[in-house]
């Protein structure tokens, strides 16, 4: 079975700072997908970033991007120039490949805080 | 688009009672769709997973008469709470996935259920 792992339970940073979330997974398999989600006080999950786990190049959208180091299973987020809106609950979660539908495995959260 | 809608967005219910919740693929055909629960400031834990036209595949530990999951067609799927009582109390969320796009889960908006 697969496991998650997000060590930090809450991080808190000025606007504009840069803050990297860490999150490291458990699996024997070799290839997933793997996810940073982000839920605000709404509670829509928001999917922020994904990496597909055979692509050796880091997966970046915009502000976010991620450190996705196989071997070490790690695969920590990080969000530059943070913003007010940034503020959120952030989960990471792991998927196998998907042959048909495969079910996402979340990792405990992390809360952010954006202070102006 | 790929928007996923619950109905209702909040109920609340008396001890005893069944309570229906609606998960919703608005513009697109959800072969699979997921049910998870949330508790306060927890993580999003899988109840279980819906293919259109078949049963449910239930996780471990979730009982399966208590929670009727129904996926009748390619864009609706039911979650029945039977007799709730006060534990059953919970943010539930449901996604949805399509042939094809199954690395992507789309996440509907949550239903707070509140049993009194």
């Known amino acids: 079975a697969q496991t998650v792992t997000q060590s930090q339970p809450e991080m808190s940073v000025q606007e504009a700072e840069t803050v990297t979330l860490s999150c490291t997974y458990d699996?024997?398999?070799?290839?997933?997908?793997l996810f940073w989600y982000k839920q605000p006080p709404s509670r829509q999950m928001i999917l922020v970033i994904r990496?597909?786990?055979?692509?050796?190049q880091n997966a970046t959208e915009n502000r976010f991007s991620v450190n996705f180091q196989k071997a070490a299973k790690s695969f920590s987020l990080k969000i530059s120039d943070s913003q007010l809106g940034d503020t959120a609950m952030y989960f990471c979660?792991?998927?196998?490949?998907?042959?048909?539908?495969?079910?996402?495995?979340f990792g405990q959260g992390t809360r952010l805080t954006i202070n102006p | 688009g790929a928007v996923v809608s619950q109905h209702p967005s909040w109920v609340i219910c008396k001890s005893g009672t069944s309570v229906k919740i609606e998960c919703r693929s608005l513009?697109?055909?959800?072969?699979?769709m997921f049910w998870y629960r949330q508790f306060p400031k927890q993580s999003l834990m899988l109840m279980a997973t819906?293919?259109?036209?078949?049963?449910?595949?239930?996780e471990q530990g979730v009982e399966k008469d208590k929670f009727l999951i129904n996926h009748a067609s390619l864009t609706l799927s039911t979650l029945t709470v039977t007799s709730a009582h006060p534990e059953d109390s919970s943010f539930y969320i449901c996604?949805?996935?399509?042939?094809?796009?199954?690395?992507?889960?789309?996440f509907g908006p949550g239903t707070r259920l509140l049993v009194l």
């Open positions: 979660a792991f998927m196998k490949l998907p042959q048909g539908a495969q079910k996402l495995v």
């Open positions: 513009d697109f055909q959800a072969t699979t």
């Open positions: 996604s949805a996935s399509f042939t094809g796009g199954y690395e992507t889960q789309y």
């Open positions: 699996t024997s398999e070799n290839n997933y997908y």
């Open positions: 819906s293919n259109e036209g078949s049963k449910a595949t239930y």
């Open positions: 990496q597909e786990a055979y692509k050796q």
